[in-house]
């Protein structure tokens, strides 16, 4: 069974239109997370929900917004996607919001944007 | 700031041979420092975590690392390299709050 799973893998799409990705994971993790990785293989924080609650918010900008349902779930939507949005998105879980516990990370979402 | 450097964008070694991947942290506090591993067009896998005790920490696939708390260092080792040990490798350090932050990636490749 996939810990955590992303869908689409794939996402190409135009400039302007409004896009979700989804995430699930059954690992009853309470948090989740999404890094958003760049071409150059940098990786960094988006958000963080503790039990649906949001606990990270990096300088990113408003027209992406998570929504996370129930613990089990943290989804991203994007809103006017412009060609910078293009990157892989990466979801994230672990346990707890202590500093000692390893996160679980999905397959990556492929965002395009032409 | 918290941070983690990860100074060598890409170590090539020789299979059979020891692999030494650097990583340097800059931190306040207690330091928590992960090592990640990302097979390509993969997700992000844990290999192994310091967060106290025995500054040697075992991990997966014969991974190994040492924390050096003088040198503020973690360098990921492993005592002989295989081919299929070619992948993108990820000093973490995890902040309370449960933000990670990433070194910026070394680049591994293992020739047969």
């Known amino acids: 069974d996939t810990a955590v799973s992303q869908t689409p893998k794939y996402l190409v799409t135009q400039m302007g239109n409004d896009k979700s990705i989804k995430c699930e994971q059954n690992?009853?993790?309470?948090?989740m997370y999404w890094y958003k990785q760049d071409s150059k293989k940098f990786l960094k924080i988006m958000f963080s929900?503790?039990?649906?609650?949001?606990?990270i918010n990096e300088t990113v900008p408003n027209r992406f917004s998570p929504k996370s349902p129930d613990k089990a779930h943290l989804n991203l939507h994007i809103n006017s996607l412009e060609l910078g949005d293009s990157a892989v998105y990466f979801c994230?879980?672990?346990?707890?919001?202590?500093?000692?516990?390893?996160?679980?990370f999905g397959q990556g979402t492929r965002l395009t944007v032409v | 700031a918290q941070s983690v450097a990860q100074p060598e964008d890409q170590v090539n070694v020789a299979e059979g041979n020891p692999l030494t991947v650097k990583c340097t942290y800059s931190?306040?506090?207690?330091?928590?420092l992960f090592w990640y591993v990302q097979y390509p067009n993969r997700g992000l896998q844990f290999l192994l975590k310091?967060?106290?005790?025995?500054?040697l920490v075992k991990g997966s696939y014969g991974f190994e690392a040492e924390f050096n708390k003088s040198q503020t260092s973690f360098h990921l080792k492993k005592p002989s390299a295989l081919v299929s040990d070619s992948a993108l490798y990820f000093c973490?350090?995890?902040?309370?709050?449960?933000?990670?932050?990433f070194g910026g990636g070394t680049r591994v490749l293992v020739k047969p």
């Open positions: 931190v306040s506090g207690n330091p928590y």
């Open positions: 929900y503790n039990n649906k609650e949001l606990i």
């Open positions: 973490v350090h995890k902040a309370a709050g449960n933000k990670l932050t």
């Open positions: 310091y967060i106290t005790g025995d500054n």
């Open positions: 994230a879980s672990s346990q707890g919001r202590g500093s000692n516990t390893e996160a679980f």
């Open positions: 690992l009853g993790h309470d948090t």
